[in-house]
């Protein structure tokens, strides 16, 4: 009996660094990712997400104007 103790012991410790080294990991590089949002802008970068999602948008719409236009319609 005493071995399966000292085993879940030790698997506990493995189980316990890999949540520290996960939550090392998380912590370098979760907080370099800014959110698109405009809670933490200036105004001026605020604009400018609004105007590059604009242009996405018109683009996105663009591009499956012409893939539709390409298409011949079903049943012909």
């Known amino acids: 009996m005493p071995r399966m103790a000292k085993s879940r012991d030790r698997t506990n410790v493995y189980i316990l660094l890999l ?3 996960v939550a090392a990991i998380a912590g370098y590089y979760l907080p370099t990712k800014r959110p698109e949002t405009g809670a933490s802008m200036t105004p001026k970068e605020y604009i400018e997400l609004v ?3 604009k242009a996405q948008r018109l683009k996105y719409a663009a591009e499956e104007k012409a893939a539709q ?8």
């Not at 236009?69 to 012909?76: L, T, V």
Request: charged share 30%; no cysteine; aromatic share 0%.
């Open 19 to 21: 949540a520290i080294l």
């Open 51 to 53: 105007e590059k999602k």
């Open 69 to 76: 236009d390409a298409a011949p319609p079903p049943g012909q």
